[in-house]
Nanobody
């Protein structure tokens, strides 16, 4: 199992920046992949960015060039740097971790952190 704790959500004006953090309770080297998802009111949860244990990254088209996912292995923490924020980025952001045990994959979620972008 793995526990995830997010932080860094806030109210920010359009064009501003925020950095979200996700601290994992175990070494992220043992985690198959970690990512950030978001869910806006009335919408489905969607992938924002992900990073495999090997460092391969993937981004939603809507955030490419503005958001960057990174990690600090020593701190077991994954970050999401968000620049040029838009009101459409307003959502609860969730950290996700996928752990593999043999052929089985298990997904874990943090509690979420609110990001609000004002126009």
């Amino acid at each position: 199992q793995v526990q995830l704790v997010e932080s860094g959500g806030d109210l920010v004006q359009a064009g501003g920046s925020l950095r979200l953090s996700c601290a994992a309770s175990r070494s992220i080297f043992t985690i198959y992949a970690m990512g950030w998802y978001r869910q806006a009111p009335g919408k489905q949860r969607e992938l924002v960015a992900s990073m495999s244990s090997g460092g391969r990254t993937n981004y939603a088209d809507s955030v490419k060039g503005r958001f960057t996912i990174s990690r600090d292995n020593a701190k077991n923490t994954v970050y999401l740097q968000m620049n040029s924020l838009k009101p459409d980025d307003t959502a609860v952001y969730y950290c996700n971790a996928v752990v593999t045990t043999g052929p089985r994959e298990s997904a874990y979620w943090g509690q979420g952190t609110q990001v609000t972008v004002s126009s």
